[in-house]
């Protein structure tokens, strides 16, 4: 599905950047720990959902070729982050509901887990 | 629902605190952040994370919560059975990941 | 055919420096991206140096990276200044981890660093003295793409 029906199922509140909307999401990652992004092999079209808010997180989400971030529970990024990940065609999302709540929303719509153990 | 339900319904393994498994579930929290859990999680959740340090135990404790749920083929270390045992926590272990066993979970609790 | 001439440099990373920390493996990925190196190989590369990179800015005091790549391979290696590891072996293991908690709470420390450079790297060789610090190198080999 599109990164724009994402956003949808997600109420995501606020869109903060806008790379390309219309980019096909195939899988999910739900992910606290950076280096567990690393460490299985995610495939090309995943959306990220963490609590986590900082820098790093987007650092994290360009070497895993991660095409977009939605934050949890209303947790806003600072300005910086936002920043870098406009530069890196990131895109970052919004969402009030808990993790739970959007792992959740998603797997119904049929979004499945993008760690594959293919290495 | 309650733990001893969610367990078998996801054919989840548990590692401690087996005799403590009638309780009521109501909800989940997803979080590997430890002030996060202590910040939003709520009383009979089960948790579901990746962690698997001694201090979930602490945690889980002091929030009073369900039980955990630990991710992608991670193991718990030995120290924190320990003290789930001794805390009667449950702790279940799934190889797949959080976003799958969340995703299952949602649909099970929400219906 | 003209073989790619070997290109090289290095980057200083500062212990404790969150704010930076993963900016030098941007960096080396965007310059292999730039001259053509497979999306696969350069991925590996990636996410093997952007663990060093982190294992220096969590454990130690100050280190540097240094890159070659020619033809052939990409060679990245990281010496640190740090307090060095104590057991190689258990360090190897995935989910050791010795990062004090409010790493964790960033997101790190999840002692997967070290056993992802490996898992990604055709060579890993890792010394270390204690009270001094460690020096990690990975080596990925390149498959030249026909032209």
New interface residues.
């Given amino acids: 599905m599109t990164l724009k029906k994402v956003a949808e199922i997600l109420g995501a509140e606020v869109v903060l950047t806008t790379a390309d909307m219309g980019t096909e999401i195939s899988s999910?990652?739900?992910?606290?720990?950076?280096?567990?992004l690393?460490?299985?092999s995610t495939t090309p079209k995943s959306l990220l959902?963490t609590?986590?808010i900082?820098?790093?997180?987007v650092?994290?989400a360009?070497?895993?070729?991660i095409k977009a971030i939605a934050f949890v529970?209303g947790k806003r990024p600072d300005e910086e982050t936002v920043e870098m990940a406009r530069q890196k065609g990131i895109v970052l999302i919004v969402t009030r509901f808990?993790?739970?709540?959007a792992?959740?929303?998603?797997?119904?719509e049929g979004l499945?887990?993008?760690?594959g153990e293919d290495? | 629902m309650n733990v001893r339900e969610v367990v078998n319904s996801l054919s989840l393994e548990v590692q401690s605190a087996k005799g403590n498994l009638e309780r009521e579930v109501t909800g989940c929290y997803i979080s590997d952040l430890l002030s996060d859990v202590m910040a939003h999680a709520q009383a009979g959740e089960l948790w579901i994370t990746l962690q698997t340090h001694p201090n979930v135990v602490a945690v889980a404790s002091l929030k009073n919560l369900a039980g955990i749920i630990i991710t992608n083929k991670r193991i718990p270390e030995e120290e924190t059975l320990r003290k789930a045992e001794d805390e009667r926590i449950p702790i279940a272990v799934s190889p797949s990941s959080t976003f799958e066993v969340g995703g299952m979970l949602f649909k099970m609790l929400r219906c | 055919m003209t073989q790619r001439k070997n290109i090289e440099g290095s980057f200083h990373l500062t212990g404790g420096d969150f704010t930076n920390a993963g900016g030098a493996s941007s960096e080396l990925k965007s310059l292999l991206i730039n001259i053509g190196i497979a999306p696969a190989i350069v991925r590996r590369a990636a996410i093997a140096t952007f663990e060093g990179e982190m294992n220096v800015i969590i454990h130690a005091v100050a280190g540097v990276m240094h890159y070659l790549v020619t033809p052939g391979y990409i060679k990245v290696t990281l010496n640190d200044m740090g307090p060095g590891i104590p057991d190689i072996a258990q360090a190897m293991q995935e989910g050791y981890s010795t990062a004090p908690d409010w790493v964790r709470e960033m997101g790190w420390g999840a002692g997967m660093g070290l056993p992802n450079m490996k898992k990604n790297a055709d060579e890993f060789r890792i010394d270390s003295i204690v009270g001094e610090g460690t020096t990690v190198e990975i080596l990925i080999k390149i498959k030249e793409e026909l032209l």
Avoid at chain 1, 103 to 108: K, M, N, P
Avoid at chain 1, 112 to 115: A, L
């Fill in positions: 999910v990652c739900s992910s606290d720990l950076m280096s567990d690393l460490h299985f959902i609590g986590l900082n820098k790093q997180v650092r994290t360009e070497i895993a070729d529970l808990s993790r739970f709540t792992c959740g929303r998603l797997y119904a499945r887990s993008c760690t290495r």
